[in-house]
């Protein structure tokens, strides 16, 4: 099974900056895709950003402009530089990875990291 362990996260004033990684781990051949969700109090998951093997990017457009994901496919880590942040990005920032082979051919399940606290002060 594959594992995803995060570092980063913290307390920072409104319009600071915090860097996020997750590094998967275990028997990988290649991850297809890896990205951020957040889920903030009394709120639903969302997706923050995801990135592709091939460097392909989405944001949501409330970090458009903002947050920059990227990925070190030798390393399988991704990272989230999160800039100019706001109260409202105040959550819980979860590691994803989707469409995992453990080998050229063979699929395994998509891996959730455990969730790092990111709170920005007003």
């Given at each position: 099974?594959?594992?995803?362990?995060?570092?980063?996260?913290?307390?920072?004033?409104?319009?600071?900056?915090?860097g996020?990684?997750?590094?998967?781990?275990g028997?990988?051949?290649?991850?297809?895709?890896?990205?951020?969700?957040?889920?903030?109090?009394?709120?639903?998951?969302?997706l923050?950003?995801?990135?592709?093997?091939?460097?392909?990017?989405?944001?949501?457009?409330?970090?458009?402009?903002?947050?920059?994901?990227?990925?070190?496919?030798?390393?399988?880590?991704?990272?989230?530089?999160?800039?100019?942040?706001?109260?409202?990005d105040?959550?819980?920032?979860?590691?994803?990875?989707?469409?995992?082979?453990?080998?050229?051919?063979?699929?395994?399940?998509?891996?959730?990291?455990?969730?790092?606290?990111?709170?920005?002060?007003?």
């Amino acid at each position: 099974q594959v594992q995803l362990v995060e570092s980063g996260g913290g307390l920072v004033e409104a319009g600071g900056s915090l860097g996020l990684s997750c590094a998967a781990s275990g028997s990988i051949f290649s991850i297809n895709v890896m990205g951020w969700y957040r889920q903030a109090p009394g709120k639903q998951r969302e997706l923050v950003a995801d990135i592709t093997i091939d460097t392909y990017t989405r944001y949501a457009d409330s970090v458009k402009g903002r947050f920059t994901i990227s990925r070190d496919n030798a390393k399988n880590t991704v990272y989230l530089q999160m800039n100019s942040l706001k109260p409202e990005d105040t959550a819980v920032y979860y590691c994803n990875a989707d469409g995992i082979r453990t080998t050229r051919t063979s699929v395994g399940p998509r891996s959730w990291g455990q969730g790092t606290q990111v709170t920005v002060s007003s």
